[in-house]
């Protein structure tokens, strides 16, 4: 079953990860890969995906060179993938996994963890799942650089928003970073 796995070690508790993880509403300003989620992040609750890995917003969003060099075969797809997820799995400042089955397009499964390595070092790891017979004919050949990339890029743009200044930009959250 084609699967691609990134882990990376965040400087903060586990419940800081969490609130930027989980403000869906908040992804078009840190988030490079999803350009939108929309819904309530609970249990059972069904999401609106929109995955755009723009190359504007990658370098806007990334500030970083490395970015281009990385992605460079998201940019020759980039198309809009717009599904609905449900999510199957929440456990709060620990898991989320939501998924999307369809007979067509076959299985979708995206896994957040959260493990707190030491007192304010916490590793987010991230698995995504793919089943079908469409995934299989295109894994090797551009599916799984697309994703692996994907997946590095959220993680790495996760670690930069929850360890900067402007770690909370909502203003109804007090800023626990100072």
């Given at each position: 079953?084609?699967?691609?796995?990134?882990?990376?070690?965040?400087?903060?508790?586990?419940?800081?990860?969490?609130?930027?993880?989980?403000?869906?509403?908040?992804?078009?300003?840190?988030?490079?890969?999803?350009?939108?989620?929309?819904?309530?992040?609970?249990?059972?609750?069904?999401?609106?995906?929109?995955?755009?890995?723009?190359?504007?917003?990658?370098?806007?969003?990334?500030?970083?060179?490395?970015?281009?060099?990385?992605?460079?075969?998201?940019?020759?797809?980039?198309?809009?993938?717009?599904?609905?997820?449900?999510?199957?799995?929440?456990e709060e400042n620990e898991e989320m996994i939501w998924q999307r089955k369809s007979?067509?397009?076959?299985?979708?499964?995206?896994?957040?963890?959260?493990?707190?390595?030491?007192?304010?070092?916490?590793?987010?790891?991230?698995?995504?799942?793919?089943?079908?017979?469409?995934?299989?004919?295109?894994?090797?050949?551009?599916?799984?650089?697309?994703?692996?990339?994907?997946?590095?890029?959220?993680?790495?743009?996760?670690?930069?928003?929850?360890?900067?200044?402007?770690?909370?930009?909502?203003?109804?959250?007090?800023?626990?970073?100072?």
């Amino acid at each position: 079953m084609p699967q691609v796995s990134k882990q990376i070690l965040i400087n903060a508790e586990p419940f800081e990860i969490w609130e930027v993880l989980t403000r869906f509403y908040k992804y078009d300003l840190w988030n490079p890969f999803f350009e939108s989620v929309k819904g309530k992040a609970a249990f059972a609750e069904q999401l609106k995906i929109t995955v755009f890995p723009h190359e504007e917003r990658l370098i806007e969003s990334m500030k970083e060179e490395r970015v281009k060099a990385m992605f460079q075969d998201a940019y020759k797809i980039n198309k809009r993938s717009r599904f609905k997820v449900r999510i199957i799995r929440f456990e709060e400042n620990e898991e989320m996994i939501w998924q999307r089955k369809s007979f067509f397009w076959g299985t979708y499964r995206h896994e957040f963890r959260l493990t707190e390595i030491e007192d304010c070092v916490t590793e987010f790891a991230q698995t995504l799942t793919l089943k079908g017979a469409l995934i299989n004919m295109g894994w090797e050949h551009s599916i799984k650089t697309y994703y692996e990339s994907g997946l590095s890029l959220i993680s790495m743009a996760l670690k930069e928003k929850v360890e900067s200044s402007d770690f909370f930009v909502d203003n109804d959250l007090v800023n626990t970073r100072g």
